[in-house]
Each structure stands twice: as structure tokens, then as C-alpha cells.
């Protein structure tokens, strides 16, 4: 059973640029939540999809948007990238509730120039 | 606002030696208590989860972690550290009052393990 997947591992741009990041969820779950992992900090909540629609988000600006697709994986967009933007960028997934455990991918390296 | 405090930025023991990492939390309501490990280069592996019943919780690989509610704390422990043990360790509480499982990470304790 392949756990929670997410390509590209690693990602070089240039300020301005745009990114789009990719994540598979575990099987069985429907729920996939992003976030963002500067050098030396713990993650931060960007938002969450279940039912294909921004549920839930934290304090990022507009300029990072999601998607999510029937088959419940997902995209992370971010837009006019600049330099504060690099980190590792996490998926994480879950059933729905409160109460369900969300499981980690690898994430991807997003570095900034 | 639910919060996370991890008060050890990096903590070294030797290897058989015992471990506790500390963190403390600030939540209004009940919290869901976690613990993550992260090894260089990979995502986080789930330790150990805390949602109610008994305060004193056993995850994989030998570690416990006990949850005090008059100290706001949930710190986890092991009586024997090994040196693949060496890792980040992140606390998180889980956003319950929101009805969503999005989760708040203290700023990690990175675990060095001596010979």
C-alpha cells in the first residue's frame, strides 16, 4: 500500500515564477492538507481539500492556491514566487474528521533564486 | 490561538542513555496532542497521538509521551535511546474546535545521539 506521494522531490526557480506541486493520498483517504516548512521551523498549516474544495486555510497570502481532483489528489500552486517562498513543502493526508491521523509525504524542496 | 512551545532547540545524549523532550501547548478547549519524528531528507513519521483516556501513551519505537493537563504539557520519553533515534522531533496540537485535523507544530528539538 503506497503511502502518501509527492513529485517533483526537488524544484529550482527565479523570482516571479510560478510553481505547481503535486501530491497522491493514501489510499482510502480523501483529505489532503499543505504545508509549508521553512530551513530550521516546524510546518505551517497552508490549507486543506476534501470534496474538491478549499476547506480550511492558514495565514498564507492568495498567491498560494490548491487544487483538488476526483481521484482526491491534489496540486499546490504558488504564484509570483519570491525569495521567502523556499521551504519544504509537505502533503499530508487523512480521512475526514477531527479526530483522523494525517500521514506525511516526503515533500518537495522548493528553492528560490 | 493554539500554540506550541518546544523550550529545547537541540538536546545530545549518549547512546543507552534515557531522553525526554519537552513540549508545551496552549489550546482553549481539549486538546489532540501529537508527536512526529523527522529524519533528514524525509517527511514526518507519526510517534505517538494523544486524544483522550489514558494520559500516558505508547507509540512505535519505544517512546511514550504523558500528557498533563495542569502543566499544559506533553513530553515525550525513552528509557533507552539508540542512535537511529537521531532525528527532528516535532510537538503538534490539532485544530479540534475548528472541527478540521489541521495541526500546529512547535519549532522541533533536533536530537543528536553520541556514541
Known amino acids: 500500500d503506497a503511502g502518501v506521494t509527492q513529485s517533483p522531490t526537488h524544484l529550482i526557480k527565479t523570482r516571479g515564477q510560478q510553481v505547481t506541486l503535486r501530491c497522491s493520498p493514501k489510499?482510502?483517504?480523501?483529505?489532503v492538507s499543505w504545508y509549508q516548512q521553512a530551513l530550521g521551523q516546524g510546518p505551517q498549516f497552508i490549507f486543506q481539500?476534501?470534496?474538491?474544495?478549499?476547506?480550511q486555510r492558514g495565514n498564507f497570502p492568495d498567491r498560494f492556491s490548491g487544487h483538488q481532483f476526483p481521484n482526491y489528489s491534489s496540486e499546490l500552486n504558488v504564484n509570483a514566487l519570491w525569495l521567502g517562498d523556499s521551504a519544504l513543502y509537505l502533503c499530508?493526508?487523512?480521512?475526514?474528521?477531527?479526530?483522523?491521523?494525517?500521514?506525511f509525504g516526503p515533500g518537495t524542496r522548493l528553492l528560490v533564486l | 490561538a493554539q500554540s506550541v512551545t518546544q523550550p529545547d532547540i537541540h538536546i545530545t545524549v549518549s547512546e543507552g542513555a534515557s531522553l525526554e523532550l519537552r513540549c508545551n501547548y496552549s489550546?482553549?478547549?481539549?486538546?489532540?496532542l501529537f508527536w512526529y519524528v523527522q529524519s533528514p531528507g524525509q517527511g514526518l513519521q507519526l510517534l505517538l497521538k494523544?486524544?483522550?483516556?489514558?494520559?500516558l501513551v505508547q507509540g512505535i519505537k519505544g517512546f511514550e509521551a504523558e500528557f498533563k493537563r495542569s502543566q499544559s504539557s506533553f513530553n515525550l520519553r525513552k528509557p533507552s535511546v539508540h542512535w537511529s533515534d537521531a532525528a527532528e522531533y516535532f510537538c503538534?496540537?490539532?485544530?479540534?474546535?475548528?472541527?478540521?485535523?489541521?495541526?500546529?507544530f512547535g519549532t522541533g528539538t533536533r536530537l543528536t545521539v553520541i556514541p
Open positions: 499530508a493526508s487523512s480521512t475526514r474528521g477531527f479526530q483522523e491521523t494525517q500521514y
Open positions: 489510499s482510502g483517504h480523501d483529505t
Open positions: 481539500y476534501y470534496e474538491e474544495e478549499e476547506r
Open positions: 489550546y482553549g478547549a481539549t486538546p489532540y
Open positions: 494523544y486524544f483522550s483516556g489514558d494520559t
Open positions: 503538534a496540537v490539532g485544530a479540534t474546535q475548528t472541527g478540521a485535523n489541521n495541526l500546529f
